[in-house]
């Protein structure tokens, strides 16, 4: 990597090119490698997939270490909602004992070997505010005050690298506590408290049994109709079932299949105000990337009355809520499993590839990983790892192409006299 530390307003040299670029902050850094925003699974997939082909890479990461959505913004008890063979990253396999579904603790260890096996080493403490493409490279600012400028730029910021924050009347004027679910570790603290979980995807499912199992009182918001399905069927997981399945037959047989087990095998939702989708489980979640929720044992707590089901919150109360329904209630504590979102539009200057309205690739899966100007884009699927990895392959096969015309280019006799 070249580095230059140059005033502002100075001129840096582009070895690529040979010519200068301008620098606009006091720390200007010329990059070769491919610039990697993020060092969740997916930035260290690309850096692994570029290592492999002897491409280095410089990983830009605001936080202060890798995978920072798993160890800073997750709760204790979680596992990975899917089978560990539709989790791994290319190139490594997860080590032989760990189980089906790894701890986060597992994963976390997986990842830390994955960087260390491809000597992948971030700069942490990098948050990136702007990216802009300008005279051939693109133009890379942190708040920290450092300007990257490099050819290749690839976002693997994340579906999930801001937390949603409902806007819900009179949340303001509620005076117990509200976290989201990235501040969420265990029910532990809200032992005998009445909480009221707002959301019912994975994340809000599985909250609500760990408030359960500490003891907690909890209730939950369930806004939109809901596809559960058994975390497995017939012994085996019900995701990896579901996509055989979709090898051989249409995605509406296959959804009949999941709905007739679903109902043997829990019964029927909609009598605990869990109504399903008109859409099967597979065709909602390819048409509209939502994902069914995978039963680890909430179900049942629902039934018992251990959680009690609210529909949509109509408005916060000093010290509840009150439901569409009429029904009020005070809890002591609100948990907002409200999802997340992409920060893309808030720093890529680019209109083009990125949407700026949800902060995804224009072009669905899998033709959104690549857009122009050495623009790449991994882990924004809707297809969690398994998407993420198959992106990371593609990428650096793409930039492997491009490096080698180019290293060429710089070792030729000619181009060294040059310079
Ligand atoms: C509770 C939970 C459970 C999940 N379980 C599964 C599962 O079992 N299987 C599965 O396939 N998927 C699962 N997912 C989806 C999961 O998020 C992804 O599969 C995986 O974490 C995606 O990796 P990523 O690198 O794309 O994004 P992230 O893990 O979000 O990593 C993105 C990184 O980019 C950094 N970043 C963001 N913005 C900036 C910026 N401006 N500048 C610098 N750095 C930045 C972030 O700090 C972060 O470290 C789960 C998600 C959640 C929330």
Redesign the pocket.
Not at 65 to 70: D, E, K, N, R, T
Not at 78 to 82: T, V, Y
Not at 383 to 388: D, S, V
């Given at each position: 990597m070249a580095v230059w530390t140059e005033s502002e307003g100075k001129r840096v040299h582009d070895p690529f090119y040979h010519n200068f670029l301008l620098a606009k902050t006091d720390k200007c850094i010329v990059v070769d490698e491919p610039v990697i925003?993020?060092?969740?699974?997916?930035?260290?997939?690309v850096a692994a997939c570029l290592k492999e082909k002897g491409i280095p890479s410089l990983i830009?990461?605001?936080?202060h270490?890798?995978?920072?959505?798993?160890q800073?913004?997750?709760?204790d008890r979680?596992?990975?909602?899917?089978p560990k063979k539709?989790?791994e990253l290319p190139l490594m396999p997860y080590p032989p004992g760990f189980p089906t579904?790894p701890t986060?603790q597992q994963?976390i260890a997986y990842l830390e070997a994955y960087a260390k096996q491809y000597d992948i080493k971030p700069v942490f403490n990098?948050?990136?505010?702007s990216a802009e493409y300008e005279d051939g490279r693109w133009r890379v600012r942190?708040?920290e005050g450092t300007e990257y400028l490099c050819k290749w730029l690839v976002v693997?910021?994340?579906?999930?690298?801001?937390a949603v924050i409902p806007d819900i009347e009179g949340l303001e004027q509620y005076k117990g506590k509200v976290v989201h679910?990235?501040a969420y570790r265990s029910g532990d603290m809200y032992r005998g408290k009445k909480v009221l979980v707002v959301g019912c995807g994975?994340?809000g499912m599985?909250v609500c049994l760990d408030l359960c199992n500490h003891g907690a009182m909890p209730s939950i918001v369930v806004r939109e109709a809901v596809h559960i399905l058994p975390r497995e069927m017939f012994g085996s997981s019900t995701f990896g079932l579901s996509v055989w399945l979709l090898k051989y037959l249409p995605i509406q047989t296959v959804d009949r299949f999941l709905l007739i087990m679903s109902r043997l095998m829990l019964g029927d939702t909609s009598r605990f105000g869990l109504e399903r989708p008109h859409l099967g489980p597979m065709e909602l979640k390819s048409v509209s990337g939502k994902t069914p929720v995978l039963d680890v044992g909430t179900l049942e707590k629902i039934k018992s009355g251990d959680i009690k089901v609210f529909p949509a919150i109509n408005h916060f109360t000093k010290h509840g809520a009150e439901f569409i329904d009429g029904r009020m209630e005070e809890f002591d504590a609100v948990v907002l499993a409200t999802?997340?979102r992409s920060?893309?539009p808030?720093?890529l200057k680019d209109t083009e590839f990125f949407s700026e309205k949800d902060g995804y690739p224009r072009r669905p899966f899998p033709n959104g990983w690549k857009g122009k100007q050495c623009l790449y884009s991994?882990?924004?699927t809707k297809?969690?790892?398994?998407?993420?990895s198959m992106d990371a392959t593609r990428i650096a096969h793409d930039i492997a192409q491009c490096w080698q015309v180019m290293t060429k280019q710089l070792n030729h006799p000619s181009s060294k006299l040059s310079t």
């Open positions: 925003i993020g060092a969740g699974p997916s930035g260290l997939a830009l990461e605001r936080s270490c890798i995978a920072s959505l798993w800073l913004k997750t709760y979680l596992h990975l909602h899917l539709f989790c579904y986060k994963f990098q948050m990136v505010v942190t708040e693997a910021t994340g579906e999930n690298a801001e679910t990235s994975n994340s599985e999802g997340y920060n893309v808030f720093w991994v882990g924004f297809r969690g790892l398994l998407g993420a």
